[in-house]
């Protein structure tokens, strides 16, 4: 009996350190979320909704490369990553850096039926709207994450 409420209570411990883990993670996420510049958010919905060609037009608007051919055929890019892995689900934001007041770089994930996208996106903010400096996408997470350097 005593084994058993031993059990029972290390059980029920467990469970509430895993809640308390995952409110946590949630907390994290959507804070990271919230930082993302809405123009970056726009490219996503755009992607979601209506494919990759609404997506690189509305990241790109209003920026240096709006118009430019090669950022066009990121969509080709992404068409191309569609065929390979399925359809895009959803994005996890994996972290954001501001490098100054006005540049901020964000790394997220996109979800796809059958495997992640890694993409960076570099955004600046000449006044009060976030435009693209740029973007770039692989599915080799080492193409897009920073080198970690680990100390042993």
């Known amino acids: 009996m005593r084994k058993s ?3 029972l209570s290390s059980c ?3 469970i509430g350190q895993f809640t308390l883990s995952a409110q946590t993670v949630d907390s994290s996420q959507k804070q990271a979320v919230q930082s ?5 958010i726009s490219g996503l919905e755009a992607y979601k909704d209506k494919g990759p060609d609404d997506a690189v037009r509305a990241w ?3 920026s240096a490369i ?3 051919k090669d950022a066009l055929t990121q969509a080709n890019n992404l068409r191309q990553i569609q065929d390979y ?3 895009y689900r959803a994005y996890e934001v994996i972290s954001t850096r501001d490098i100054t007041p006005k540049t901020r770089v964000v790394y997220l994930v996109l979800d796809f039926d059958k495997g992640p996208l890694f993409a960076k996106f570099v955004v600046y903010r000449p006044d009060r709207d976030w435009i693209l400096a ?3 996408f692989n599915t080799k ?3 897009i994450l920073p080198t970690v350097i680990h100390m042993d």
Do not use: C, Q, R, W
């Open 5 to 7: 409420a031993f059990f």
């Open 141 to 143: 997470e080492e193409a």
């Open 60 to 62: 790109i608007k209003g």
């Open 12 to 14: 029920i411990l467990a």
């Open 36 to 40: 993302l510049p809405p123009i970056i």
């Open 134 to 136: 740029n973007f770039t």
């Open 85 to 87: 892995y399925g359809a």
């Open 66 to 68: 709006d118009g430019s």
